[in-house]
């Protein structure tokens, strides 16, 4: 049986507002089809990749992030938004890997834990790729992907009607100094990290997407086409 195949929609660098609403137009898509199981040639849904424009600081189900805490934020030049992500406040912005699938789970045989998982399982294959071979998920709380106790890669998702939107963030060469500025994930006493910090070069988001998208092919069991309009 031939593989589910996944829309792949690479937009380089832009602002964390464009991600969105591309996210939010291939939601209604998914929610307007018929749902089905996994089936021969079935179409799941759209892998999203971008690097974020600009600092974002993001707010999840679970807040994060107070009326005082968002100004004092935004006086530091960065924009502020609340999601309907899992999680509570981490920051996104140049230099990170961000990941957005907008999946019909139903399509791909998988439950939300499996799913989370999965993401997960990118990650940890991405950074053993680079080297990084002891990267790894943790128990609950501490979602994400970790090297000892600094986290390289958050990970916070929605999913209604079995459509999942939101994603990962991983931490190419992001300037870990805009982290300090939060609680990362409510998460107190543990780091940040990224791979440029671990490999002690600058690693790009561009050089860590082949390896990525080879992970997600594998982990997912899909295939991935190009889409050349984000639209």
């Not at 195949?5 to 507002?17: I, Q």
């Not at 089905?36 to 079935?42: I, L, Y």
């Not at 679970?62 to 981490?90: D, F, K, W």
């Not at 961000?98 to 940890?124: I, K, Q, S, T």
Request: hydrophobic content about 40%.
């Amino acid at each position: 049986m031939r593989q589910p195949a996944v829309r792949l929609v690479r937009l380089g660098r832009v602002p964390y507002a464009e991600l969105l609403g591309l996210q939010d137009r291939w939601l209604r898509r998914l929610q307007a089809e018929p749902g089905t199981e996994a089936s021969s040639g079935t179409e799941a849904g759209a892998l999203l990749l971008c690097e974020p424009a600009g600092p974002v600081y993001t707010a999840g189900l679970r807040g994060g992030l107070t009326p005082e805490e968002t100004a004092r934020l935004r006086a530091l030049g960065a924009e502020v938004r609340v999601t309907g992500r899992g999680g509570l406040a981490t920051f996104h912005g140049p230099g990170q890997l961000l990941c957005h699938p907008v999946l019909d789970l139903r399509r791909l045989g998988l439950r939300l834990r499996m799913h989370v998982a999965a993401l997960e399982a990118c990650a940890v294959r991405l950074c053993e790729l680079q080297g990084l071979q002891d990267a790894r998920a943790r128990s609950p709380p501490y979602t994400g992907v970790w090297l000892d106790d600094r986290k390289i890669c958050a990970i916070g998702v929605r999913c209604g009607r079995h459509i999942t939107s939101h994603g990962l963030a991983l931490n190419c060469s992001t300037d870990l100094t805009w982290f300090e500025h939060i609680v990362p994930c409510g998460l107190v006493g543990t780091g940040v990290t990224s791979l440029s910090k671990e490999l002690q070069r600058h690693v790009t988001v561009d050089e860590v997407m082949p390896p990525f998208l080879v992970a997600f092919k594998e982990i997912y069991k899909c295939t991935l086409i190009s889409e050349d309009s984000p639209n």
